[in-house]
């Protein structure tokens, strides 16, 4: 006799796609990788902000900084989003209401958006102007959620204690929220014309932020969660300084 194939239902898998904080399905799932226990990001940066330890098993995840022991899994994220019909849509849709919520205005006009920060690789469209409406193939990521930023200039950190970068003609920018650091030290880099050997550093509340992380990780987890109330998100950017 033939066997006949189960048909299988989403709540089949629920228990592998939903998160153990919020109980619901798994959003932007972020990996421990001390413990492999995945949470939706949200979920696990603001437990962090209370504990140290793993919620799911109580493992101890780093003793200052569980932040940094958090692993994207996007593999997880396209499988969840394949099997849940309109969860990617719902959270697009409810993304870009979050970061429209939040547009700042300087002046009481909106910040323009910046068409040169992207991340689609070779120099970040560097041809544009800061402020600038920009053209259209220029603009990669004009769908995404827009972040506003203002990049400060830290003086007198240099290795000789004079100011060896200036400040930016346009401080206030308005760029995707999946833009990188490492893109936008691209940026400052081309528009304060420095040697394609000089490095900068890119902080948050003196914090110097991973060439990898998104804009929107940092708002997340050091602007937002650490009591700032302002907006936009201001980033500092000095000299790197070599502590050999």
């Known amino acids: 006799m033939a066997a006949t194939g189960r048909r299988h239902m989403v ?6 796609i939903t998160c153990y904080l919020c109980r619901g399905y798994l959003i932007k799932p972020t990996t421990v990788t001390e413990c492999l226990h995945t949470f939706c990001k949200s ?16 493992i101890q995840v780093h003793e200052t900084n569980p932040l940094e022991m958090l692993r994207l899994d996007n593999t997880l994220e396209e499988i969840i989003f394949k099997l849940v019909p309109g969860l990617r849509e719902k959270e697009e849709q409810q993304e870009l209401e ?27 469209g560097a041809g544009a102007d800061d402020g600038g409406d920009g ?22 950190t240099g290795q000789s204690g004079e ?3 200036s400040d930016l003609m346009k401080r206030f920018i308005r760029c995707s929220s999946r833009v990188t650091v490492g893109t936008i030290k ?5 528009k304060l014309k ?15 932020m991973g060439r990898d992380h998104t804009l929107e ?7 937002r969660l650490h009591g700032e109330n302002t907006y936009p998100m201001v980033l500092e950017y000095r000299p790197r300084i070599d502590f050999g």
């Open 163 to 165: 100011s060896t970068v």
């Open 98 to 124: 979050f970061w429209k919520k939040n547009q700042p205005k300087e002046n009481g006009q909106e910040i323009p958006r910046c068409q040169w920060l992207t991340d689609g690789g070779g120099d970040g």
């Open 194 to 208: 420095l040697p394609s050997s000089y490095e900068l550093d890119v902080l948050c509340n003196g914090e110097i």
């Open 135 to 156: 053209g259209e193939d220029g603009d990669y990521h004009r769908s995404d959620p827009q972040i506003a930023i203002c990049l400060d200039c830290l003086h007198n």
């Open 217 to 223: 990780f940092i708002y997340m987890t050091r602007w």
């Open 43 to 58: 979920c696990i940066v603001q437990h962090f902000e209370e504990s140290n330890d793993c919620p799911k098993c109580g």
């Open 186 to 190: 691209k940026f400052l880099s081309l």
């Open 11 to 16: 709540r089949d898998f629920n228990h592998f």
